[in-house]
């Protein structure tokens, strides 16, 4: 899939929704890189493993939502190629620091 200019979102424990604009291959990409740029910003509450992610693309029109636990477990789950398993440990690398 071609890289696309996506929106993560997610709605915190106070109704307040924050987002970011970033671009990625693939869904989970979008919410693992949208996931780690909400956590890195300075908000009270950053989203946990019951947090619901929703990815907008533009291009075309769709909204898809992701949970952090569907995430963790997509970026944990068997890879379909080498290629996408390289993908897989490049973002948890990014989420974990490690």
């Known amino acids: 899939m071609a890289d696309r200019t996506c929106i993560v979102s997610f709605t915190d424990t106070r109704g307040i929704t924050h987002s970011v604009q970033l671009t990625a291959g693939s869904l989970f990409e979008a919410a693992a890189l949208g996931?780690?740029?909400?956590?890195?910003?300075?908000?009270?509450d950053p989203p946990g493993q019951?947090?619901?992610?929703?990815?907008?693309?533009?291009?075309?029109p769709m909204k898809h939502t992701v949970t952090v636990q569907q995430l963790s477990r997509w970026l944990n789950g068997a890879s379909q190629s080498?290629?996408?398993s390289m993908k897989k440990?490049?973002?948890r690398?990014?989420?974990?620091?490690?």
């Open 89 to 91: 440990i490049e973002l």
């Open 82 to 84: 080498p290629r996408e």
């Open 93 to 98: 690398k990014l989420l974990t620091g490690k």
């Open 50 to 60: 019951a947090s619901v992610l929703e990815i907008s693309v533009a291009d075309p």
């Open 35 to 44: 996931l780690r740029q909400l956590r890195s910003s300075d908000w009270n």
